[in-house]
């Protein structure tokens, strides 16, 4: 009886953004502009460091729960910087900074994509050390940046290929099955 669940294992992720979801938006409405951009900072700042404690906690103590990868609080970094990121391209002076600035955007879309073959290669698995202490929130900033660079260069490359119909589709699958 007790494995007939396994098959809600998946849903991890969806749990994250909807408590995600309820937390947001009682920031936004409660916290001035200048709060809200500290707490999100701290939250990126902080949540890799908890998961560290986690993960050790969780590697001394003997078991593998692996609450450092499933529960919010460990993952709520991904999602402050996603609404930095928003944040800061809707703000006109960082969006005009972000879309003078291409060449250092692109430097940093380069760095962090170097470390991906590294994580892919020496760390895959999300219970290893560094992934979960550095995995996650390196992924979070590749994509943040590569949204940002997409958003800031609408004619570039990256731009036209995220414009693929194939890609479109896939993702507008991948939603509604989500």
Known sequence: MEHCWYWLAVTWSLAIEEQFYLVAPLLVRFLSKRSLVFTLGTTV???????ALMYNYDA????????????MPFRADALALGMLAAMAWKTPWVQILLLLNRKIMNRLLLFLSLGLPILLKWYPGPSSHLTAVAGYSWL?????????????????????VMRWRFLMQLGGISYCVY
């Open 60 to 71: 001394s103590s003997g078991g593998s729960m692996g609450y450092y990868y499933v529960l």
């Open 140 to 160: 979070a900033m590749f994509y943040v940046v590569l949204l940002l660079r997409v958003l800031a260069n609408r004619e570039g490359i990256l731009a036209r």
């Open 45 to 51: 700042i902080l949540v890799p460091v908890l998961r």
